[in-house]
């Protein structure tokens, strides 16, 4: 083992047993890429060399892995494996390291925003996507730590060597003489960034020479890097042996990501053979290639006032339009990978619960899976109904039947607001729904 890996795990030790002396838990944020698994390794030989020494480990480590449910599905079968192994050389080794897997609310997915409400494909205008699948799930984590311990310690994987901009946020945060630096969102946490100082190659140089503590093969993670590097990302050259090749500094991220003007990753795994994505970078590009366009978007927000440019959701017939769009893609990735969902149940009953609070009933969830798929979609949670009440609300509205329709309508808003768990606003909606129908009848 290289001396500078051993300095590292050395200053680790010192943070864990002496520089800090209280209980605070320590949160490793694991994406499974190339910085977050070489910061992990460096901590679990830390602690193990601490066991050995002690037989004492004092503080719990958490790693905390979250998926924003929107992940490009390479990255996401090989993270979960990486975390079963984690999870199991743990109890194995009797590390007290314990694996936290976080995901987005229902209604702060991005599906339920995109296709339930309308809300535009991210750019950097209108980034909405970052607070909702990423920031909250995490913080929801850390807030119970912090409430239980008083204090929490996050380790992250930053390098000052990424970027420049990198160098100079770590610079700002960072007070002097100190290694924990305060958390500049979360009141009683701290930051912890052991591998700050290592360069690129020095990062895959451990990759490349340091057997994973938990079993896992880093050559994989090696080959995922290799196979989505873009022509145009600089490679670093550090090899360890003439079967390793010049290996990229791609970035993952979510497939659906319209934020990039380009996908370059995976458009890199497809041409390395992983042509199944096709359909998942076709979905993408077109997602955004037509944000803009001013026929899919409403003149106003949600909220009913004017939009910037009358620039406002998208039309109910292009959230149904995209939702039959993300069908057929899901279909067609099925036929190689049958695992992958790209949407999930409880997903599609809350687009139809948001629908109907939008006062959408002429375009079900469940009409677009049948046409899709030919087959049935189970929404018993909203589509339920009790055929002596129906029969009664019918015979009582035989003079006006549009009222019978009213009813059933402010019925479905009462029993979908109840599902995501926010009744606030169900006044109004029924409110503007009984203005609207008097409106007609007038």
């Known amino acids: ?27 490793i944020g694991f994406s499974g890429g190339k910085d977050s698994t070489v910061m992990l390794q460096l901590v679990w030989k830390a602690i193990s060399q601490i066991k050995e020494l002690t037989g004492i480990v004092k503080r719990d480590i958490y790693v905390v892995c979250n998926d924003t449910m929107v992940e490009n599905p390479v990255i996401t079968e090989y993270v979960y494996r ?25 209604e702060d997915s991005f599906w339920v925003n995109l296709i339930g409400r309308g809300y535009p494909a991210p750019n950097n205008a209108f980034r909405w996507c970052t607070e909702r699948l990423k920031i909250r799930p995490t913080s929801r984590f850390l807030i119970e730590q912090v409430n239980e311990f008083g204090e929490a310690i996050i380790l992250i994987g930053t390098r000052s060597a990424e970027s420049a901009q990198r160098a100079k946020s770590m610079k700002k945060h960072a007070i002097k003489g100190k290694r924990l630096t305060k958390h500049p969102t979360q009141p009683n946490t701290y930051m912890y960034a052991p591998i700050r100082s290592l360069s690129l190659e020095e990062v895959w140089y451990v990759i490349n020479t340091m057997e994973s503590p938990w079993g896992s093969d880093n050559s994989e993670l090696f080959q995922i890097y290799s196979d989505a590097s873009a022509d145009d990302y600089e490679c670093p050259t550090v090899v360890t042996n003439k079967e390793h090749k010049s290996c990229g500094q791609s970035r993952f991220g979510c497939w659906v990501c319209t934020v990039v003007k380009e996908d370059k990753s995976m458009s890199a795994l497809i041409e390395n053979g992983l042509t199944w994505l096709t359909p998942l970078l076709k979905f993408r590009n077109e997602l955004a290639a037509e944000r803009n366009i001013i026929e899919h978007r409403m003149p106003e927000r949600r909220n009913g006032t004017a939009a910037i440019n009358g620039m406002g959701p998208y039309y109910p017939w292009y ?40 006062f959408i009933f002429n375009q079900k969830v469940s009409e677009l899976y049948r046409k899709a798929y030919k087959i049935n979609l189970d929404m018993k949670d909203q589509n339920e109904k009790h055929e002596k009440e129906l029969e009664l609300l019918k015979k009582s509205c035989e003079d006006n039947p549009t009222d019978f329709d009213l009813i059933q309508e402010l019925l479905t808003l009462q029993k979908n607001k109840s599902l995501l768990n926010r009744k606030r606003g169900l006044k109004e909606d029924i409110e503007n729904r009984i203005e609207e129908y008097l409106k007609k009848e007038k």
């Open 319 to 358: 959230r149904a339009k995209v939702l039959e769009r993300l069908f057929e893609t899901q279909k067609e990735i099925q036929k190689e990978k049958p695992h992958v969902e790209l949407i999930t149940n409880q997903e599609l009953v809350a687009i139809q619960t948001i629908w109907y609070r939008d």
């Open 1 to 27: 083992m290289a001396k500078f890996i051993q300095n590292l795990i050395d200053e680790i030790i010192d943070q864990y047993v002496y520089a800090d002396e209280t209980n605070r838990p320590w949160i």
């Open 82 to 106: 990486v975390l079963d192994k984690i999870e199991q050389a743990a109890v194995e080794q009797d590390i007290p390291i314990r694996v936290i897997k976080t995901i987005p609310r229902l």
